[in-house]
């Protein structure tokens, strides 16, 4: 099978285990009585992150032979994704709606959650830029800023998890948009059959996205990438972009909240934990590639953030976070 064939084929069942997934997840979060911040930022985020997650940490742990090689992969992974959630994916949600709801249409993504995410990203993504300039000779210092991050995300949890009840009272309860799929068969909806239907979903996600990583490298190889660009570009893509279906299945239904929670959920989590084992185990040293990407990253949260904070997101401040992707693309080919 030719290597556009086996894309395509990956992506149908990329598309297919989202649907499966999300219809799991939202009737796991009404089943629990969360709110659609905590299903969207924590349940799918840290879910649909996990195995594109494992892309740095292999390459770190159980690379190649060539140490030098793991790390560049390493580093550009960990920080290619949060990139390409803030700008690329984000983007992908104004092209989803501008049909319904136009370019000078509203997301209503519920506020607090989705400014509180932005602000956890923006501090913990600036600590692990500010640690790529503390020389390697104060390792405690390094390893000081690893463990503030994971305390970091830690934080976030507990913040996200004690706003839910509120939030549900408030009407921002997870709502199932339609019945579980595995009742079709005549299975009823209770715990089991919810977590064999995400865990179902979770597995073809991840199938369908180990395929379509293998024929995104292989297509790279033809392109002669490095290896350093090849992780901050295609890794990401490759990764990241195929469970967001996630956000386009819940945008498209007008679940907001859950569909931006998806992303800057993950966000978070790649955000903290992530750099924190970068920072630790690798040269983590401010290349310009690396560079122009975080500033790139942060510039793409703050825009989001001033938005947000006056009351409205328009599709179209969404679609400036589509451009800024395309700035990156320029200055790393440039």
């Known amino acids: 099978m030719s290597v556009f064939a086996t894309l395509f084929l990956m992506l149908i069942i990329i598309l297919v285990a989202a649907e499966v997934f999300t219809n799991a997840l939202e009737h796991l979060g009404e089943k629990l009585k969360i709110s659609e911040g905590v299903t969207g930022s924590l349940f799918a985020a840290v879910g649909t992150a996990l195995p594109e997650t494992m892309v740095p940490l292999l390459a770190i742990f159980a690379g190649t032979d060539d140490k030098h090689l793991n790390e560049e992969i390493g580093v550009g992974a ?19 709606t501008f049909r319904k709801r136009t370019f000078s249409g509203h997301f209503t993504p519920e506020k607090t959650g989705f400014t509180r995410d932005l602000n956890f990203f923006l501090f913990a993504f600036t600590l692990a830029a500010v640690a790529m300039f503390i020389p390697h000779d104060m390792p405690y210092l390094r390893i000081f800023i690893g463990a503030s991050l994971v305390l970091t995300y830690f934080v976030y949890v507990m913040m996200t998890l004690r706003a839910s009840k509120q939030l549900v009272e408030e009407g921002h309860a997870t709502e199932a948009h339609s019945p579980m799929m595995l009742n079709r068969i005549g299975l009823p909806t209770n715990m089991i059959t919810i977590v064999l239907q995400l865990a179902l979903g979770l597995g073809l996600l991840i199938f369908g996205a180990k395929g379509f990583i293998g024929g995104v490298q292989e297509a790279s190889t033809i392109l002669g990438i490095s290896a350093l660009m090849l992780s901050l570009m295609i890794i990401p893509i490759a990764t990241e972009l195929p469970e967001k279906f996630n956000s386009i299945l819940w945008i498209r239904r007008h679940k907001d909240t859950m569909a931006f929670g998806n992303i800057t959920g993950a966000m978070v989590f790649q955000g903290t934990l992530l750099p924190a084992i970068g920072i630790t185990l690798t ?9 122009a990407g975080i ?29 800024l992707y395309v700035l990156f693309i320029a200055i790393a080919l440039g």
């Open 78 to 96: 960990i920080l290619g994704a949060p990139l390409m959630l803030i700008t690329l994916s984000v983007s992908l949600l104004a092209f989803a």
């Open 283 to 291: 040269p983590w040293t401010p290349r310009p590639e690396v560079l």
């Open 295 to 323: 500033v790139i990253a942060l510039v793409g949260a703050l825009w989001l953030r001033f938005m947000i904070s006056y009351g409205q997101l328009r599709v179209w401040h969404v679609l400036v976070n589509g451009g």
